[in-house]
């Protein structure tokens, strides 16, 4: 089942091949050509070389040494290839893989992950389930978050990309690649070019949220988010693909690259007291990204 949020979005895409270099080969071929045979002996070879400058004298290297044409190949440009490396980029933070939490037993058969260019923003989640866990029973929690939203929701996997106990462990959610821009199911509307961090807890006004996972959550977004050179202070343009998020599908919203649940649907998720704390981890993420 395609997660909510909008259709299936894989981002592929292929470059044109540059047929032209042929072209301007032979061109350049035939001119040295016509200039040979005015000069051209095979005693006078080195002497003509020597005096033709720059690109000819490359190709009469491949006039004498080849004699024929031969076929130019091009390597294929990978598909939505990263961005190049800047200087803001965090390091990547231990992530606990999914064959951690998901065992034999309760996984089952699902399509092949969709992905987008990259990752402009993160979504901050809670997951609305009890506080007072021990962090070695958080694999059978994440577990129960697998079941509950294949199962009775009919989702294709876990929703969220990411998940943060309270003790600060950072878990892969989402099948596709940690380091990739995992088409996620998580806020609805935004979900394409966005990543979901999901709070194992659940975080209203009041409620003491561990500082280990809010650092674990800014370690996290300034990694992700340094991987497209996006600054977790800043805003971004998104377009809602969904009519059921806070903003009609088609409506173009500048959100925060780092923001709660709530900027993009009707919710309280994250939190009172999780969302408190978003300027704080921004802040942080940033300063990791050495900004």
Known sequence: MVPPGGTAHIAEGSEPGQGGSMRVFRKARGAWARLA?????????????????GLLAVL????CAVGVDRTVVER???V???LPAGPHRAAR?????????????????????RYDDHVVA???????????????????????????????RRWDDIGYNFLVDRCGTIYEGRAGGVDRAVTGAHTQGFNHGTAGIAAIGTFGAGTSVPRAMT????????????????????????????????????????????????AGFMTNCP?????????????RAAHLQGR
């Open 37 to 53: 045979r005015r000069v051209w002996t095979r005693r006078a070879a080195v002497v003509v070389l020597g005096c033709v400058p």
């Open 93 to 113: 933070p231990v992530i606990v893989p999914r064959s951690r939490w998901l065992d034999a037993r309760s996984t089952h058969a699902q399509p092949p992950a």
């Open 271 to 283: 939190g009172a007291a999780l969302t408190s704390q978003l300027p704080g981890i921004r802040s």
């Open 60 to 63: 009469a290297l491949v006039v």
């Open 122 to 152: 993160v979504f901050v989640h809670h997951t609305d389930s009890p506080n007072a866990y021990r962090c070695a029973d958080v694999p059978r929690i994440i577990r129960s978050l697998y079941a509950g939203q294949t199962g009775v």
């Open 80 to 82: 939505a290839a990263p």
């Open 76 to 78: 294929e440009r990978p």
């Open 215 to 262: 650092e674990a959550i800014a370690v996290l977004a300034a990694w992700k988010l340094g991987l497209s050179d996006v600054d977790p202070r800043a805003t971004v343009r998104l377009v809602s693909s969904n009519d059921l998020s806070r903003y009609t599908a088609g409506t173009s919203a500048v959100l925060p690259t780092l923001a709660g649940h709530d």
